[in-house]
Each structure stands twice: as C-alpha cells, then as structure tokens.
C-alpha cells in the first residue's frame, strides 16, 4: 500500500462514517457523534471522560426502554455482568459500611453499560467502528506529543511524566485507551504490505518509546505483550515479527542507555519489588486483600470498602501496607466481595475474553477480529499489578477499549 493509497484509506473511512453518520435520525446522529469524541474526551480529564462513558450508557438504556428492546440480554457475558452486579450490590448491603459500598457498587455498572451500547448500539455499523479507530489513532498520537513535550520541557519528576493531567497516570490512556489500536498496529507491522507496515510499526514505535517516558511500568508491560501477542495471532512474517520486536528492544534500551533513572527504574528497582518476597512493597499491599478475605471469606467486606476498611482490618499485621486497593483485580474482588463474588467475576470476565476470542477463530484473516481477544486477555491477566476495580479513572479506560473489542467480536459474528 503505497502513500496514496493510505491518504484513500483514511479518506474513504472518513468518507463512509460521514456517510452513516448522515443517514441517521438527528438524536442519533448527535449520540453518534459523541460516541466518536470519546478518544478526546479522555484527554481532558476523568470527569468528561467518565460523563461521555456514563451519558452514552444512559442513551442506550433510554433507547432500549422506548423501543422496549432488550434482545441484547440474551448474550451470556451480558448475563454474567449483571449477575456478578448484583452480588456486588448484595455483598455490600451486608457489609459493615453499607452506605459507602452501596453507592460504589450501584454506579460500578456504568461501565459494561457502555459496552454494551457500543456491541448493541453504536458501534454495530463497520463505518462507526472504523471512525472510532481513527479517533482512537488521533488522540493516541495526541498523547505521546504531549508526553514527548513534557519530556523535553521539564522532564520527568520522580520517574515519572504527569501531562495532560497533572497527576501519574498518562501511560494509561496509552496503555488502556489506545490498546486496540496498538494491537492492530503491531499485527499489520509484522503482516501487511510494506509500505502499511512500515507506517504501522513507525507509530507503535512512537508510542512504545512515549510509554517508557511515563515511567509507569505495568502499563508499559501490558503494551509491550499484549503487542507481541497480537503480531503472533494474525499471520505473521516471522522475519518481519523478529525484526519488528529488534528493534522495539534496541530503541527502549537506547532509552535506557540515554536515561539511567529510567533504566534503574524499569529493570532495577523493578526486580528488587517483584512479590516473591516479604519486603517486596506488591507483596505487603496483596497481603492487605489476604486479610480483608480472612474477615468475611463468603460475602467479603463490600464493593470499594478495602479504602476505608484496611487499616482497621490489618492494623495487628506488620505485612500489610494499605492503600486504597491491593492492586490485584482478583485479590480485590476477593477480599470485598468474598469465594461467591471472585468466582461469578471470573465468569464474567471469562464470558468476555470468549466471546472476543470466537472472533479471532471465526475471522482471523481480519485483523480487527484476530487481535480484539488480547484486550480483554491482557487486562484481566491474573497476575499482575492493578489499579481498582471499582475505580473510575481506570475503568474509564479500560472499560472505553473493552467495549470496542466486543462490538468488533459482535461484528464477526454478524458476518
């Protein structure tokens, strides 16, 4: 695919989501295109972007109850949703702090509440779904620019780069937000034509590199395999595979090399605090969730209430550091909403990966389908350090990018 042929991709893309975005009613014209500012409404801060989620979930749900179609709930992952939903709210009305827990587990499903309004709703035209990815490009480019700028004005403090907004969690808007279109990227670097994959690999390269300078290192692990995940499930060229991951390896040394507190701070530092032993700072948070679970193993302590509760719960335990979450999705979901609610979210969250990975064996020539499976794969990977479940600014992220992965299965399947 040469030059011009890129320019007439993004041109007939454009073209078309202007197309289907055209031919629909005016409310849905105006939802439709909200739905697309999304990528842009993360950048600002978590209250847009969590008002843009929040505002399309309650459209859909308006949708549904006017038109009184509710044929969407037949899915099973849906069903599971709901179901571990309501054993979180159980969970916390019996809790100790049921007022707290109460209000954080009923907002909760705001999230898969987008996701289904884009797998149902707004993402079910290709064209919409493709805007979308170009949106997601847009500001994912948007975000490294800033983060470069950061860099080189200022530098980073701490180890780490806090722009656009002012706080430490930049690398997850790259990491979470944009992680569908990274993997597409990588699958086409190592499988498409040249000149597309030349362009694909210079991007996630750009990326990458900008995801070393946040310092976040978890979300720079979960990029770099969730890339290498991808690039192996949509025929790769396995020389143009070994060359893409070479030089991804060279340039992130190069940075290493260039900067040491980086490189002391992703290799290092990051050994050091593996949990494999009891000084390890992962280590002594995870025990915090070991001990919420000892004190109510069967319904837990309530949704989000490990915040409030730990240094109450663990105060006679010198290995426990206590923050707002044990940084474990399944240690967190263990210890505040006990066996009952760990073993209905891993149902769901197992619904979810199966339904995207039904694409991947149905269309695997699609590079879209064969890649949607390592969204959902790589942000419930058991072992790894989390931020909070019931978090917003996470899930807004997230939750953003595992909708799209799940209108892309639903796609598949319609075709």
């Not at 979960?222 to 192996?232: D, F, I, V």
């Not at 143009?240 to 991804?248: D, F, I, T």
């Not at 979810?352 to 695997?364: G, S, V």
Request: hydrophobic share 55%; charged share 10%.
């Amino acid at each position: 695919m040469n030059e011009g042929r890129i320019r007439g991709w993004f041109g007939q893309n454009i073209a078309g989501a202007q197309q289907a975005i055209s031919a629909q009613a005016w409310p849905r014209m105006a939802v439709t295109v909200f739905y697309l500012l999304g990528p842009f409404f993360m950048l600002i801060e978590r209250s847009p972007a969590d008002a843009w989620l929040s505002l399309c979930g309650l459209a859909f749900i308006g949708r549904c109850i006017y038109r009184k179609d509710w044929g969407w709930t037949r899915h099973f992952w849906v069903r599971a949703v709901f179901v571990f939903w309501l054993w979180c709210l159980i969970s916390a009305a019996l809790s100790i702090l049921p007022g707290y827990s109460l209000g954080e587990a009923a907002v909760w499903i705001r999230f898969p509440l987008f996701a289904f309004a884009s797998a149902f709703w707004l993402a079910r035209d290709p064209r919409i779904l493709m805007a979308m990815l170009i949106s997601m490009g847009a500001g994912m480019l948007i975000m490294s620019g800033i983060l470069f700028a950061e860099f080189t004005i200022i530098g980073q403090r701490g180890g780490r780069l806090s722009w656009p907004y002012g706080d430490l969690t930049p690398g997850n808007y790259l990491a979470k937000a944009g992680l569908p279109l990274f993997c597409v990227l990588v699958a086409l670097a190592v499988s498409a034509r040249t000149k597309i994959a030349g362009l694909a690999a210079l991007v996630s390269l750009i990326t990458i590199i900008a995801s070393v300078l946040t310092g976040e290192r978890i979300n720079f692990i979960l990029r770099a395999m969730a890339g290498m995940l991808a690039g192996l499930v949509h025929k790769p060229i396995w020389s143009r595979y070994a060359l893409l991951v070479s030089v991804e390896v060279v340039a992130v040394f190069g940075v290493f090399l260039l900067k040491p507190a980086i490189g002391n701070r992703f290799v290092t530092t990051f050994i050091e605090q593996l949990p494999v032993h009891e000084a390890s700072p992962y280590k002594r948070v995870w025990n915090g969730a070991i001990d919420a679970f000892y004190t109510s193993p069967v319904i837990g302590i309530g949704p989000d209430n490990y915040r409030l509760l730990c240094p109450t719960i663990s105060a006679d335990n010198p290995d426990v550091a206590c923050y707002t979450h044990p940084h474990n999705y399944y240690l967190q979901i263990l210890g505040e909403t006990g066996l009952i609610g760990l073993v209905l979210a891993t149902v769901m969250i197992a619904s979810i990966i199966w339904t995207c990975f039904k694409a991947n064996l149905a269309r695997r020539g699609d590079v879209l389908a064969a890649t949607c499976f390592v969204v959902p794969f790589g942000f419930f990977f058991p072992v790894q350090s989390t931020a909070d479940f019931f978090g917003q600014w996470n899930n807004t992220f997230m939750w953003s990018s595992i909708a799209f992965a799940l209108a892309v299965a639903h796609q598949a399947r319609q075709k």
